[in-house]
């Protein structure tokens, strides 16, 4: 069963803008982590957050996670065109428990 | 990520036919995985494995099988294919030492059954 529930399940905006999606989780995690697939193609990861971490940054980038909330938001500045792909966050728990996927936000960046 | 690879990458078939799908890789990971995606389900995980001699059932493995030939191979198999297993099918990987490990999918197998 799905552990993290992302949103919006789509996101349309202009090339230039902030893209922000959110993914909430219903048990405790040892890390989050967020992947981006284009069309056709495998998941690709782009970033991890462990539970002890509140913020992390990776290029235009920006991951936050709040426990207590069970949620995080991944932040796409200064989108591109290229970033137009859907976007999934993945929770990871102990070693030996696979990473639980949502359903992923689909991003249109319009050029 | 060229370094796992799935083959085929299309196939198209009938109702009761056997299908192989196959996983490779190249980056030395213990684990690996098989997923399903379908429209609007995001990824489900059908079976994994730790090592060669440890399988472990997903949370849809009915209907299907696996073989874990080598650590660098990872074979599902449908025995007797349904149309509903229709779907965009990933085979993916992570490296077996630490809990915050990424893991690294092929390009998918994407298989239809008439």
């Known amino acids: 069963s799905q552990q993290g529930e992302e949103d919006p399940q789509a996101l349309s905006i202009q090339e230039g803008e902030n893209a922000t999606m959110n993914c909430s989780y219903k048990?405790?995690?040892?890390?989050l982590q967020w992947y981006r697939q284009n069309s056709g193609r495998g998941l690709v990861h782009l970033i991890l957050?462990?539970?002890?971490?509140r913020e992390k940054h990776s290029g235009r980038l920006r991951v936050t996670l709040d426990t207590s909330k069970k949620s995080s938001s991944l932040l796409i500045t200064a989108s591109r065109a290229a970033d137009t792909a859907s976007y999934f966050c993945a929770t990871g728990n102990s070693g030996n428990t696979p990473l639980v996927f949502g359903k992923g936000t689909r991003l249109s960046v319009i050029a | 990520d060229a370094d796992v690879t799935q083959t085929p990458r299309n196939r198209i078939t009938k109702t009761g036919k056997r299908i192989m799908l196959e996983c490779s890789q190249t980056?030395?990971?213990?684990?690996m995985y098989w997923y399903r995606q379908d429209p609007g389900l995001g990824l489900r995980l059908i079976y994994y494995?730790?090592?060669?001699?440890?399988?472990n059932k997903g949370e849809i493995s009915d209907g299907y099988s696996v073989s874990r030939q080598a650590q660098a191979k990872f074979s599902l198999s449908l025995e007797s294919a349904i149309p509903n297993q229709t779907a965009l099918y990933f085979c993916?990987?992570?490296?077996?030492?630490?809990?915050?490990?990424?893991?690294?999918f092929g390009d998918g197998t994407r298989l239809s059954i008439l």
């Open positions: 048990t405790s995690i040892n890390n």
């Open positions: 957050i462990r539970s002890n971490e």
């Open positions: 980056k030395g990971h213990d684990r």
């Open positions: 993916a990987t992570r490296a077996g030492t630490g809990v915050n490990q990424p893991q690294h």
């Open positions: 494995s730790f090592d060669v001699k440890d399988i």
